[in-house]
């Protein structure tokens, strides 16, 4: 199994991101959490409150997925990152059962 990371400027954006995968059927599953970010960007600190989604899939899915959230994703440089994970037998059977 997969999770992907997602980080998005709100959660308005999280969901549409969300929805936009769960309906290709890339992703089994999307979790929004609120989140606060700090960061540097252009030589500033940045201090940000944002939403995360982290998503389950199959690891062949992470190109199409960084892909289609390119696409859609307001900022310009989107942190889409792939995590390898291990799931119980069950959970990870319906993952399979769900996504393409």
Known sequence: MTLIYITCKDEKEAVK???HL????LIACSNIHPIRSMYMWNKKLQ????FVI??????K???IIKEEVKKIHSYDIPC???IDAEANEGY????DKEVK
Do not use: H, M, P
């Not at 769960?22 to 059927?25: R, T």
């Not at 201090?47 to 944002?50: A, G, L």
């Not at 990870?92 to 993952?95: A, Q, R």
């Open 92 to 95: 990870d059977k319906w993952v």
């Open 17 to 19: 991101i969300s929805k």
């Open 47 to 50: 201090d940000e409150k944002e």
């Open 61 to 63: 899915n992470y190109k």
């Open 22 to 25: 769960l309906g290709k059927s």
């Open 54 to 59: 982290i998503a389950k899939t199959k690891e």
């Open 80 to 82: 889409i990152l792939k």
